[in-house]
């Protein structure tokens, strides 16, 4: 009897003890999420995929003009918060910016998706996953601002407000 009291009082001792040295441990900083996958300041990854009509779209076809270029999903509740406001974005300033929203799930009803949202911008699908894991996408939406020379400017990472794509258009 006395062995077993004293292997719990031993395993309870080395259980606080463990307790105590992970709460004093420091935290590792969190990386902000902007430095999280692919950078700002390099070439945008160039790609060829279709669109949701069947058209053959290459990223380097609209070097030359501003790119606003997003990852979404259909299961995606800030995707789904942020198109109505990209929409409205892309109707007014789609004479400024080209938007590419590349769709990571096309297993799903894209279509259906589109056409419920009212979305008119390009979507993209990318069947093999290759464009997302070229622009190492790790959270949606992810949405990259692309100058007229090709190169990442700004990552923003969650659901975009139109006023926040008007300043990252700005900021261009």
């Not at 419920?116 to 997302?132: A, C, H, K, R, Y």
Request: proline share 5%; with cysteine.
């Amino acid at each position: 009897m006395i062995k077993k009291v004293f292997a719990a009082v031993a395993l309870f001792a080395m259980l606080t003890v463990a307790f105590v040295q992970a709460m004093e441990k420091e935290e590792t900083p969190r990386q902000p999420d902007n430095l999280q996958g692919l950078q700002t300041g390099v070439k945008a990854p160039d790609f060829e995929i279709k669109t949701l009509t069947g058209e053959t779209v290459k990223l380097s076809q609209f070097e030359g003009k501003k790119v606003m270029l997003n990852f979404w999903a259909t299961w995606c509740p800030p995707c789904k918060e942020e198109m109505p406001e990209m929409e409205q974005f892309y109707r007014e300033k789609k004479e400024e910016i080209v938007i590419l929203a590349v769709n990571i799930d096309p297993q799903y009803d894209v279509q259906r998706f589109a056409k419920e949202m009212g979305v008119t911008f390009p979507i993209l699908l990318d069947e093999d996953d290759s464009v997302n894991k070229k622009y190492q996408i790790l959270t949606i939406p992810t949405t990259f601002f692309i100058d007229e020379k090709g190169m990442i400017r700004s990552k923003y990472l969650g659901s975009m407000t139109i006023d926040k794509m008007k300043q990252y258009l700005d900021d261009l």
